[in-house]
């Protein structure tokens, strides 16, 4: 499963995606906003995705994973729209018969999910009582 | 011929708009990058700007139809 979505990542459902009865490890990745960025306080972020684009590279990910490592089960969710600090911003989730490899799964998809999928987020920062500033990075 | 660019990041920011459109005779991927920074000098700031053509990445030889999506791809930053 790759999902591009506006809603909340419902994080069980991930799991339960990538999830197999013949695994004996099941790894996750959840990633979270943060409340501090630039040294400021983050107020929201926008996320933005190419999302033909974006759904294509993942599977490219993916199957690149699948090559390398004996993944039984696997789901990506990235969430687009505004988040608060806190919120859940991607989920990804392995399954395979033994810890090592859904571990090592798991670590290359969100990195190469971070580098290569076309997806872009924009910081809305605090500075000062009533200012806001934007970053890109 | 017109060309309609669709801008992502921090594109849009400078190109000021989700669509953009520019006017190429013989259009390929090279003058519209040339084209693109004569009007927007702020792009040449950027790391690394590619151009995909239908959700593929394009060579800066391919040429460019009124009818093709295009969109400028500057760094991604999700996660």
Redesign the interface.
Same mark, same amino acid.
């Given at each position: 499963m790759i999902k591009i979505t506006e809603k909340p990542i419902d994080v069980q459902k991930v799991i339960d995606t990538a999830s197999s009865l013949n695994a004996g490890a099941v790894n996750v990745f959840i990633?979270t906003v943060r409340s501090k960025a630039h040294g400021k306080n983050v107020v929201w972020l926008e996320?933005?995705?190419?999302e033909?684009?974006t759904v294509?590279e993942i599977r490219k990910i993916i199957d690149e994973a699948s090559h390398r490592w004996p993944l039984l089960g696997w789901a990506v969710s +990235?969430r687009i729209g505004t988040l608060k600090p806190g919120e859940v911003?991607?989920v990804v989730a392995v399954s395979s018969p033994h810890r090592k490899e859904s571990f090592e799964a798991c670590q290359y998809i969100?990195d190469e999910?971070?580098?290569?999928?076309?997806?872009?987020?924009?910081k809305y920062l605090k500075t000062g009582r009533n200012g806001f500033q934007?970053a +890109?990075? | 011929m017109k060309l309609k660019i669709?801008t992502?990041?921090?594109t849009r920011?400078i190109l000021g708009g989700r669509l953009v459109e520019i006017e190429i005779s013989q259009p390929t991927v090279s003058l519209l990058r040339s084209e693109l920074t004569r009007r927007y000098p702020d792009l040449e700031n950027l790391n690394s700007l590619f151009v995909?053509v239908n959700?593929k990445y394009a060579d800066e030889s391919e040429e460019l139809s009124s009818t093709d999506e295009i969109?400028l791809?500057?760094p991604?930053?999700?996660?």
């Open positions: 990633g996320y933005e995705s190419y033909s684009m294509a +990235h911003s991607v969100i999910v971070k580098t290569k999928a076309q997806i872009w987020k924009k934007q +890109h990075k | 669709k992502f990041g921090i920011d995909a959700n969109a791809i500057p991604v930053s999700g996660g």
